[in-house]
């Protein structure tokens, strides 16, 4: 299999109609920028178009949970740089960390941990990740030393300040 980079990154620009009063990004809107993110990420690095898959073999990724650290606020009409990586994975489900920065990632926005079930349409049950999507994870996971999340932005905060 190739060898696929284990952090992706892309950049957006902060919108004024997802912002609140203060002209900073709404705390709704952190989900839509970073979850956009990810699936333009995948696209673009692992060829990776999960509603072209979905239509394809009836299965796809449902949201399990996330849990999100607003660290700084993202302003209107700033461009960030947004960063995401696979923690973990099993025979039905995912654990990816997704990170927003300043453009220039001197400046932690937020971070998010997401869980996805891998899902079938058909019978509305969680499936099994076939041996392609096995080894594609195997492949890009990119662990992380911590195992709870308020201790991984703590982290994540200290690595950005030193």
Known sequence: MKDFPKILESNSRIR???????????????????????????????????????KKTGTTWVVGSHQIAYVRPAN?????????????????????????????????????????????????????????FMSLFENVQLPVNELDFNMRVKSLRMAIVS
């Open 76 to 132: 209107v009409m700033e461009t960030v740089t947004i960063q995401s990586q696979l923690i973990q994975y099993g025979n039905k489900q995912l654990l990816v960390e997704i990170r927003m920065y300043n453009e220039e990632k001197t400046e932690l926005k937020a971070v998010m941990w997401s869980s996805f079930v891998h899902f079938n349409v058909l019978t509305g049950k969680a499936h099994e990740h076939n041996a392609h």
């Open 16 to 54: 004024f109609q997802d912002c609140d009063p203060l002209n900073h990004l709404n705390n709704s809107k952190y989900l839509d920028y970073l979850i956009n993110a990810r699936e333009d990420q995948l696209i673009a690095h692992y060829d990776l178009n999960i509603f072209e898959n979905a």
